[in-house]
């Protein structure tokens, strides 16, 4: 098995939204870092992928940093974890650039 990284980034890194400048900026950023160390090391048989997660449960905004319990209509850890496994299970030869992850009705 050769050599692979995983990015998490946001559906954030594909359109900015409302009072989302800073978040939206920084995945803006991360999706450029996959796309260069992508060009970089794909020569090295490195495979580099981002994974876009939409609505999951998380600590993002809690003051506290605990972490909330999950939601019944977002993304877990569970839709996370499938969708790093399912890419990473993919032979050597080719490898999935990037990966967006939306809740079904996260409303």
Same mark, same amino acid.
């Given at each position: ?5 995983? *990015? ?10 409302? /009072?989302?400048?800073? !978040? ?6 991360? /999706?450029?870092?996959?796309?260069? $160390? ?5 020569? !090295? ?6 994974? *876009? ?48 992850? $939306? ?5």
């Amino acid at each position: 098995m050769g050599v692979s990284l995983i *990015n998490i980034g946001s559906t954030a890194a594909l359109k900015g939204f409302e /009072r989302g400048t800073v !978040y939206a900026a920084s995945k803006f950023a991360v /999706r450029g870092l996959t796309q260069s $160390w992508q060009a970089e090391m794909r020569k !090295y048989n490195i495979r580099v992928t981002l994974v *876009n997660p939409s609505e999951v449960t998380t600590a993002f905004n809690s003051e506290d940093r605990v972490e909330r319990s999950e939601e019944a209509k977002k993304l877990g850890t569970e839709e996370i974890a499938h969708t790093i496994i399912s890419t990473l299970k993919m032979r050597d030869k080719g490898f999935v650039p990037e990966v967006t992850v $939306w809740a079904t009705n996260p409303f």
